[in-house]
């Protein structure tokens, strides 16, 4: 944000006032044109063409959540980006996943995380998963303008309670309509061939490896469904970003511990191309 100094260099009155602790409100009084959802845009005829991202998956295990987002990034039929990164860490206990406006959607994440720093900083303490799910929820919908222009961002937020010691997802639409989602969830346009997979494969009991495994098989469904997804590239080396969130915090998968995972479920594949079959019960 540009700010108007005086007296010598010095922060403007607004920087040494003490105020809400939402930098997003703070940015809404004194420089509200830097929003994204602000920003006039040109007059368009349609929907404008941009970048979008994909499916993102979350599911939750015996201790945590698992969040994952394939890699793909397509602009009308063409592929725009094979290597786009969609789930990305909100804090220490919580990560969220984009669908839909790539750049927007990065935009907007990386005004979620300094909405979170600058509300542990000013009150010295951290939002409740529930309070972080509200404040994602009201960002969104200062996007609806854009968002009827074609310019949707739709993510998916994950993180760790630590009030009620377990995982949580959170879903949302457009307008910033918020749901807590129980077990599994998926967003973007493979998201309705992601969710049969996780649907079927889906435990309470699932280990953190387990989890992850079934995360890429229902990437690796969507893309076999939905031309927009991309699945497991072993010619490039490019896999899916699988986050996890325990009680010990948020942490990403190493790529060597994707790939390898990745490789066992296309092996898996050559023996049943449609995948593992829900257990009978």
């Given at each position: 944000?540009t ?10 009155a607004?920087f040494?006032?003490?105020g809400?602790?939402s ?16 920003r006039?845009l ?5 929907p ?7 499916t993102?998956v ?13 890699r793909?990034a397509?602009?009308?039929?063409m ?13 220490e206990?919580?990560a969220?996943g984009?669908a839909?406006?790539a ?5 907007l ?17 951290t939002?409740?998963?529930e ?16 968002a009827?222009q ?6 998916l937020f994950?993180g ?6 377990r ?24 998201s309705?061939f ?5 649907k079927?494969?889906?435990?309470e009991?699932?280990?953190e ?8 098989q229902a990437l690796y ?23 996890v969130?325990?009680g010990?915090g948020h ?6 511990e994707v ?8 092996d898996?594949?050559l023996?049943?191309p ?8």
């Amino acid at each position: 944000m540009t700010a108007n100094f005086r007296d010598g260099g010095r922060l403007p009155a607004a920087f040494l006032t003490p105020g809400s602790s939402s930098f997003l409100d703070f940015l809404s009084d004194h420089a509200p044109e830097q929003l994204p959802g602000n920003r006039p845009l040109p007059p368009v005829k349609g929907p404008v063409e941009a970048p979008h991202g994909t499916t993102i998956v979350a599911l939750t295990f015996d201790g945590g959540v698992v969040l994952a987002g394939d890699r793909r990034a397509t602009m009308g039929h063409m592929i725009a980006q094979r290597d786009i990164e969609k789930v990305f860490p909100a804090d220490e206990y919580s990560a969220v996943g984009i669908a839909g406006t790539a750049g927007l959607a990065v935009e907007l994440v990386k005004l979620f995380q300094l909405e979170l720093e600058h509300f542990e900083k000013v009150e010295g303490d951290t939002l409740s998963l529930e309070g972080k799910a509200n404040r994602l929820s009201a960002m969104i919908r200062g996007n609806l303008g854009m968002a009827m222009q074609g310019l949707a961002v739709i993510p998916l937020f994950a993180g760790w309670d630590v009030e009620r010691s377990r995982g949580r997802i959170f879903s949302y639409d457009v307008t910033g309509g918020r749901s807590e989602e129980h077990g599994f969830a998926a967003v973007g346009s493979g998201s309705i061939f992601a969710r049969g997979a996780l649907k079927k494969l889906h435990r309470e009991d699932l280990t953190e490896e387990r989890a992850a495994t079934v995360a890429i098989q229902a990437l690796y469904d969507a893309a076999d469904d939905d031309s927009a997804t991309g699945g497991p590239d072993l010619t490039r080396r490019i896999f899916p970003i699988i986050s996890v969130i325990t009680g010990d915090g948020h942490r990403r998968l190493p790529e060597a511990e994707v790939s390898e995972l990745a490789r066992a479920v296309l092996d898996g594949r050559l023996q049943l191309p449609n995948g593992p079959q829900a257990p009978v019960l």
